[in-house]
Every structure is written in C-alpha cells, then in structure tokens.
C-alpha cells in the first residue's frame, strides 16, 4: 500500500459515507405520508376496505407460502382503465421503490390488505410493499 | 505444481463456503425480515474475500471464488430470481478485485487501523451498492418483465442510503479479519486436501439436498 493510497482511502471512505447519509436524508424528506388505508389507482383515491368488498380477492401459492389479495388485473379492470391490455402499470411504495409490469404480469399478481404486492413466479424484487400508487402507463 | 493445487482447493473452500453462507444464511436472515444482504455483504463476502487475499496472496483467486459461489447460489432453495442472485456475487467478487488493485492495498506494508477500517469501508459500500444495482438491472432481464431506468433511477437514494449498514460493518470487521490472517494456521497436505474437499463437498451436499427437498 502506497502512502498515496493511505491518504486516499479516509477519503474514499467519508466520501461514501457522506453519499450514504445525504441519500438516507434525501429517502427520508421525500417519502411519501400518506393515509394509511388510502391507495392511488389510476389517479383516483380509494380506501382498502372498499376495495376489498367490491373487487375480486385471490389465493396465490409462493414458495414462501400462500398470500391472500385483490387481484391486480381485477382491479385494474375496477379502475375504469381502457384497454388494460393495451397499457403498462407502475407500482410505486413509500419509500420511492417502484417497479413497471405489463398485462400479463398484472394477472399473477396481488394486492394484500397490508398493501404489499405479490406475484406467482416473479422474483422479491418485484415484492413492493407499502404500496401507494398504481399509476397507468 | 504444489502451490496451484493449493490455490485450486483454497478458491473451492472459500467460494463454497461463501455460497453456502448466501443460501442457507441469507435465506434465514430474510425469512426472520432481517436485511439479509446488508448482513451477508458486511460479514460474510468481506470476511471470505479479504481473508482469502491475505491468506492467498494471488489477484485473481477472488474471481474464481465468485464463481463458485454464484454456481451453489443457484440452487438456492427459497428466493425468486436465482441467476441474477448468482451473477450479483460473481460481479461482486470481480468488483472486489478491482478495488483491491486499484487500490494497490497490501495490509502487511502498513499497520494502520484507519487505513484498515477505510478499506472496509470503502469496499464494504462499493461492493454491496453495485451488487443492489446489478441485481436491480438483471432481474426484470431475465425475468422478462423489461428493464426501466426511471426505476432504477427512483430508488437510487435508497440503495445509497442503504450502503450505510454493511459499511460500517465491514469498517468494524475488517481489523478483525486483518488479524485472524496472520494467526500462523499451516496445515499439512495430508489434513489439508482432506478438509478442504470434505466441507466444500458438504456445502454443496446440503444446498443441493435443500434445492431438491423443495422440489428443485
């Protein structure tokens, strides 16, 4: 190790640190507060519970066990979206994480009273949980 | 002849072991809603790979534990995407090395704590950042579902802001495995190749026989 890299690596190591306290600042001021049981569909707001006694709730089997929501396709469909085929779908979380699905991927899907996203077949990184928004793509 | 035998059965060790960890750790740690990468970065990849560079000596080794280890992390029995999981490790241990010849480090010239805990800092934040960012691009990949760069854009802050955990890991662990290499731990042929193939093969027999009790 050089004495070049010994003066380097201080550096190196408060720079990221920095990066990584600023980004958990910067997570922190722009997450989202939003009402508890509230959800954002297609630009329009619903309650959890409503969405439950009017939409179709499905049993999906994960490796990690059964999950138990409404059907995304269904409410999609209870959104009033035109063509849902025809479109893609962003589901975003509090914390910013967001992921985009197409048609076929919204019919694996659920949405769970927690609202948590799960979907048959699909990774964890496609697991959002704290969902507040499905926006229309 | 002796020595690369030597090397062959260390990258065995060291990358099964690493896999092992991956899988049947990692998938615990998960399973218990403990951030499991943030602990399998900041323990685990840092402790194999840095203790295998000084042990070792030889840049390249670190790649080819990557490769085993990315190979048993594809029989990982729970989890979804399981080739991006195995190609994040791989990426992670060539990332290792790049860092540590880039950054010319050699722990044995200088023996100064703050040098040693910026190193794990540094590589620690550097390792599992790219690794989040990695798996974040291959996953939707190979999934199918298509990449957006607006999501990875979006959670950009989050992945930094999450580096910070398994950086001050690997800034706490990185002295301590400094250490434990230079504790004089010379084995004989006849006990080493012995011990080395018996618990690599036992990592691999319990991950695979994990895989296979879940249905493959």
Known sequence: ?137 | MRDKKRLVAGILIFGSLWGFSEVIIGSTLSDLGMPSGALMTGFFALFFLVLSRLTFRQPGMQIGMGLVAGTLRMFNPLMGCHLCSAIAIMAEAMIFEIIWRYLSFDFEKHRNLTAHVSFGIFAVYFLYVSGYIITQILTPIVDGTGFYLQNLIAILPKIFSRGLLPAFIGGALTPAIVRLSKIDLTIKDRIYYPTTLGTSAFCWIVVIGSWLSVGG
């Open chain 1, 1 to 137: 190790m050089s004495m070049g890299t010994e003066k380097v690596l201080p550096v190196l190591a408060i720079s990221v640190l920095l990066i990584g306290s600023f980004s958990a600042l910067f997570v922190h001021a722009n997450q989202v507060t939003v009402e508890k049981d509230i959800i954002t569909i297609n630009n329009q707001k619903y309650f959890i519970q409503e969405l439950f006694e009017s939409v179709d709730v499905k049993t999906i089997e994960l490796e990690e066990g059964k999950k138990t929501g409404l059907a995304l396709d269904k409410l999609i469909i209870f959104s009033n979206v035109e063509c849902p085929s025809c479109h893609k779908y962003s589901i975003t979380a509090e914390d910013s994480y967001q992921k985009t699905f197409n048609w076929e991927d919204m019919k694996k899907g659920i949405l769970t009273e927690y609202k948590r996203t799960y979907f048959k077949d699909k990774a964890h990184a496609f697991w959002i949980y704290d969902v507040v928004e499905i926006k229309v793509i």
